[in-house]
Every structure is written in C-alpha cells, then in structure tokens.
C-alpha cells in the first residue's frame, strides 16, 4: 500500500466541536435507498449558532484574521446565507466587529439566519442579487472604505469558498478515515451538498492525500451545473499550490451529481419539503429546502437507480442549514392540533 505523505495544516482557532458523529438512522430508510445502507455524517453537530460545514472553514479564516490584527470580520453570501450568519457570530466569539453583504432584497422578512445576524449585530449591506465574483468585487471595495476610516478588516471570501476553505475539509476527510477505521467500516462513496463548491473540494482533495479509498460526489443544489468541474478543479489546483501539497487529484475523482436542483436554488417543491417532513418523522434528522434536503434526497435516489446503485454503503454529510427551515414554515403543511380533553373528575 502507498504510503499517506504527512502534511501539517496551517494555524487555526478551534471552534467546531469536533470529530462529529457517524450516524447509523434506526429507521430503515430502504424504500428511498433501495436496500442499501446510508450512514450521515453529522455536521449539523459543529455547534448551536455555528452549526453546518462553514464553521470548519472558518477555523482557519478566524487563525488569519487573528494573525494580521485585524479587528473587523467582513463576507458576503445571500441573504439566506448559513456562511454569513456563522462568520457573523465568529466574529462576535473573536471579539471583532462584522460587515455583511447580502444579495438579495432589502425589504425581505426577518427570519432565519437573517434573524441571527441581526441579533449579532451585524452591520448589512444588502446588494442586489448576484453571482460570487461580484460578490468578491464588493466585499474588496467594502474593505477599502473601511481601512480609508482607520479599521483593519479582515476578508472572508463569499460562502467561504477559497483555499483555506478547502482545507477545513481535507481535515474533514482526515477525520472521517480515522473514524471509518476505527469502526471497521468500509464507505463505498461520500456524497454532499454542492454550492459555492469548497465543502465539495476538500472532501475530494482530502479523499486522496489520506487515502479514504471511495469517491466522493457532490450533489448540485444550484444553477449552472456545467461550471462545477472546472470550479472544482480550480479550487483543488489554487489549494495545492497554495499549501504545496503533493497529492495529485485525477480527473476521473472530480464527480458532480445533476438533476436535483428542483425549482432552483433557494426554491423548493411541495414534494421536497414532503420528503424534508417525512425523514424527520423517521429518523430525527433536520435537513433544509436549501441544500441538505435536495442533497439527502438526490443521494437516495441515486442508491436506488442512478450512479450510486453499485454502493453497498453510502456516507451523507449533513452540513447544516436548520435555520434556513424557519423561511419555509408557512409552506410545509400539518395536521391541526388537537386538543386535549380534560380527564374525569373521581367521585368522592
């Protein structure tokens, strides 16, 4: 067997609770899976407020900031975003003011992890909406208005997404290939929720520098599934460069699953949020109409008739989103509760 190369991650702040767990749901889920078996690995678990994958990310965003000296913690993501509400209570756990772009309109209710933010204190900026490199263009300008009064601010890039995202989750492959083991498991393929693409990127990369052995897919949650190959590749190349890591990623290791976007990003169906409700009721697991939920369920599906039906194991990773729940509720349908009658009186 080729031997591991050793590679030492750069400074970070410990924030996440880590290892997070491997989940084995007690109720079958052999209707959707086909018979096959779906562990999820549990990183809705990193923490309360900063529950989800970005935490990971921004242990290593939070050393730098640190480093530098800088006071002033600034991102951008879309007004749903899990990333800006997480940087936003980071910043408030560092001790460090924070700034956030939000595309999206300003007259939007207060809810969700919008709410949070406003409840850090977070100052918004609301843009309309737009892609993340404009998005990366105004956080820059951002930057310069607020070094021009005297602040030293510190950038996060939009959704976290860069090198030092990516890293978060090679560390997070690092950590499961311990976990599988110890366990004696063996994990025929990783499947995750695919957005701005770094989440996606180090589970690939990591995948390979510590020798987990299964491929990984990401599950394409948003527009343009055309353009997550070379974002990947991308990604994984600036990374390596980066941190001069070794370990080579071949093109066939870059594996994108389509067709479960639904209505598109941020939107979801009646039957999506259906099959949210429905694994709620069996296992207890909280997925969003965002990302998990359209993830867990194209992953699923996959298992029964798709590029997954050859897996007799499957590792889901859950990265968050529970907040992101409270912008639907109006649109999940329930059953009016019934009330409870008052028992009979004994008498004496």
Known sequence: MEMIKLF?????????NRPTRLYRPR????DYSGGREILVKRDDETGCGTSGNKIRKLEFYAAEALQQGADTIITAGHRISNHTRTTALVARELGMDLHLILAGEGECRVDGNLFLEMVAG???HFVPPQDR????????????????????PYVVPAGGSSPLGVLGYARCAQEIKQQVD??????????V???SGSTTAGLILGAEMFGLGCPVYGVHVTSKP??????LRNLIEETRDRFHIATEVPDDRIRVITGYVGNGYGQSSTEDLAFIQDIARRTGLLLDPTYTGKAFRGTL???RKGVLQNCERVLFIHTGGLFGLYNWRSQFQFAEPSELAPRAQASV
């Open 8 to 16: 030492t991650f750069p400074d970070s702040v410990s924030l996440a």
């Open 27 to 30: 109720r079958s889920l052999a």
């Open 122 to 124: 977070a100052e918004i």
């Open 133 to 152: 490199s404009e998005l990366n263009i105004r956080l820059a300008e951002l930057a310069d208005d607020l070094r021009a009064i005297g602040r030293r």
């Open 182 to 191: 110890e366990a004696g498991l063996r994990i025929d393929a990783i499947t």
């Open 193 to 195: 929720a695919l957005g």
């Open 226 to 231: 055309e353009l997550y190959g070379p974002l």
């Open 301 to 303: 599906h996959e298992m």
